[in-house]
């Protein structure tokens, strides 16, 4: 159980930076948000197919075992690297 605290405690400090959110709630929004915004859009303006799409989507999304996140964190560490690849480069 210690690599698994240890494994934690690592991935805390990775996830925890100020650049690591910023990225993620960027991923988060290329991934999910969009879905989040066009449902309240769709259902705010009565768009039947904006309901539709961010609704199966959404559906989708929501079932068990689906690997949304699989796709989200890797796209987060991306932009984290695209994104402050200058910060990066002066902290060396």
Do not use: H
Not at 13 to 25: A, C, R
Not at 29 to 37: D, K, Q, R, S, V
């Amino acid at each position: 159980m210690k690599w698994l605290k240890k494994l934690v405690s690592k991935l805390w400090v990775l996830i925890s930076t100020p650049t690591m959110l910023i990225s993620f709630l960027l991923a988060w929004i290329i991934t999910n948000g969009w879905a989040y915004a066009m449902l309240g859009v769709g259902i705010w303006l009565d768009i039947t197919w904006a309901k539709a799409v961010s609704g199966t989507y959404l559906g989708i999304l929501w079932l068990p075992f689906t690997p949304e996140k699989l796709i989200t964190v890797p796209l987060a560490l991306f932009i984290q690297k695209v994104l402050f690849r200058r910060k990066a480069k002066n902290d060396c």
